[in-house]
């Protein structure tokens, strides 16, 4: 069914369609008028997308020679990534510790409020106050002088987010998932921590979606 919902989105009016349909019902002429496309054309692409489970048509309660039609939301759901199993706590390594796995819990723990830390294959003694920097421009806080070895820091039942190359292919046997997010560090700008904190925030909103948590009992 997956398969089928993507290939139907596959066709860029056909997207435009669901698009269209996102916050409200329209008939196919409604449809046609607004993207200015044939209603044959329409009624071909509401077909696909019919067949595919995305849309549904119902007839008018006034003029019911005209139909609407609607998105059937939990099609769209099934778009969206496979769940993580319940995962308690999210660790986000990177090799010094000093900016972007840093970020990345940050981030996690303000949009979430779950348990999450971060740690370092190799920790510098302090984070980096470019990161500090570009953090508190995004309304976080890091501590400077929160670094950690991964050895002290991660559970088995973690579920560990290597944040850059290196600490991947360190953590082979141990990272669940690999971000490849370029070190803002050498290059040493308030743009390049920048373009990191993007980078992560990006996926971090997409990870928050996959994740499950176990339920907590006082």
Request: hydrophobic content about 40%; charged content about 20%; glycine content about 4%.
């Amino acid at each position: 069914m997956r398969a089928r919902i993507h290939a139907a989105l596959g066709e860029p009016a056909r997207l435009a369609i669901v698009d269209t349909l996102t916050l409200g019902d329209a008939s196919p002429g409604e449809i046609a008028h607004t993207l200015q496309l044939p209603t044959n054309l329409v009624a071909h692409h509401v077909k696909v997308l019919q067949d595919a489970g995305i849309l549904t048509r119902s007839r008018s309660e006034g003029d019911r020679r005209r139909t609407y039609l609607s998105l059937r939301p939990q099609a769209l759901v099934s778009l969206a990534p496979q769940r993580l199993d319940a995962v308690k706590r999210v660790v986000f390594v990177c090799t010094h510790n000093s900016a972007r796995s840093q970020i990345a819990a940050a981030l996690l723990r303000q949009r979430t409020g779950q348990p999450v830390a971060s740690a370092g294959t190799h920790p510098a003694p302090r984070v980096h106050p470019r990161a500090v920097t570009v953090a508190r421009r995004h309304g976080l806080s890091l501590d400077p002088g929160a670094t950690a070895h991964v050895s002290d820091v991660v559970a088995d039942d973690d579920l560990v987010i290597a944040v850059c190359d290196n600490a991947h292919e360190d953590l082979t046997d141990q990272a669940r998932l690999h971000w490849s997010v370029p070190d803002p560090a050498p290059a040493d700008t308030d743009e390049a921590f920048e373009a990191a904190f993007t980078a992560i925030a990006s996926r971090v909103d997409r990870l928050i979606p996959a994740l499950t948590t176990e339920p907590t009992h006082d």
